[in-house]
């Protein structure tokens, strides 16, 4: 069956309604609206009225906020960096936040990392990465690691 010998249906043959064209018509002077008042003029919605009752939307209480100003930051500890150390091949010498979002480890738009202390750290490690927590940072410090914070 092709497009052009489909059947068509009563609503696809009927001519849309030419509004306010005339008595004749049959929707000629106020094209359908009734007499007068505010809906009948063009340009008005009154979506929410509910004729004078307070509307729905008032008689519910207003919850909630969306801090604006929220940073978006993912937690990373030591128990996940053991793991992808031998599951992934990172560098243990050299572990880069950036390298970890290429490597599509990490998804960049959840937010910049942030180093817990989680897990046990049995080697040395160098990691530069955007936050760290006080004691996370002790104890790389301790097994002769470095660690460097790129933001403040």
Do not use: C, W
Not at 66 to 78: C, V
Not at 90 to 118: R, V
């Amino acid at each position: 069956m092709k497009i052009n010998e489909l059947p068509s249906t009563l609503t696809s043959r009927s001519k849309r309604k030419r509004r306010g064209r005339g008595s004749g018509s049959g929707l000629g002077k106020t094209a359908g609206r009734g007499v007068k008042g505010q809906k009948s003029r063009s340009g008005v919605s009154i979506n929410g009225f509910e004729g004078g009752q307070m509307p729905l939307y008032r008689r519910l209480p207003k919850r909630g906020f969306k801090n604006r100003f929220k940073k978006k930051i993912q937690t990373i500890n030591f128990a996940t960096l053991t793991s992808l150390i031998s599951n992934h091949g990172i560098d243990s010498t050299n572990i880069k936040e950036s390298d970890l979002f290429d490597k599509k480890i990490f998804n960049k738009s959840k937010g910049q990392l942030k180093l817990l202390n989680f897990g046990d750290l049995k080697e040395m490690i160098n990691i530069e990465i955007s936050f760290a927590s006080k004691n996370a940072i002790d104890k790389i410090e301790k097994l002769g690691g470095k660690i460097k914070i790129t933001k403040d």
